[in-house]
């Protein structure tokens, strides 16, 4: 079993920065793929990026040059940084842990594909 907790949810301001913070703890060897997924109201969890344990990341088209995914094994911990945040990504971050295989070129995280999950952190973005 792997647990996570995520953190760093704000409220900010149309263009604002934040950066995600999720710790891993438990038997965290089961996992070898991370996630960040956003679930804004009405609709379906998202997801944002994935990072792998060799270090490979893959992103959403929709977040590519504004999201950066990083992971700190030392710590368990990974994050997400986010730039020129907008309104209509406020919603709830969730970080989430699985194991997979090496990803394509254009994968982006699904949900169906991780099996460990955290209670997710808010991110209000005003305009």
């Known amino acids: 079993q792997v647990e996570l907790k995520e953190s760093g949810g704000v409220s900010v301001q149309a263009g604002g920065s934040l950066t995600l913070s999720c710790v891993a703890s438990g038997n965290t060897v089961m996992a070898n793929c991370l996630g960040w997924f956003r679930q804004t109201p009405g609709k379906e969890r998202e997801g944002l990026a994935g990072?792998?344990?060799?270090?490979?990341?893959r992103y959403a088209e929709s977040v590519k040059g504004r999201f950066t995914i990083s992971h700190d094994p030392a710590k368990d911990t990974v994050y997400l940084q986010i730039t020129d945040l907008k309104p209509e990504e406020t919603g709830t971050y969730y970080c989430?842990?699985?194991?997979?295989?090496?990803?394509?070129?254009?994968?982006?995280?699904?949900?169906?594909?991780?099996?460990?999950w955290g209670q997710g952190t808010q991110v209000t973005v005003s305009s």
């Open positions: 989430a842990a699985g194991r997979r295989h090496s990803p394509s070129m254009n994968w982006v995280p699904a949900v169906r594909e991780f099996s460990y």
């Open positions: 990072i792998y344990t060799t270090g490979e990341r």
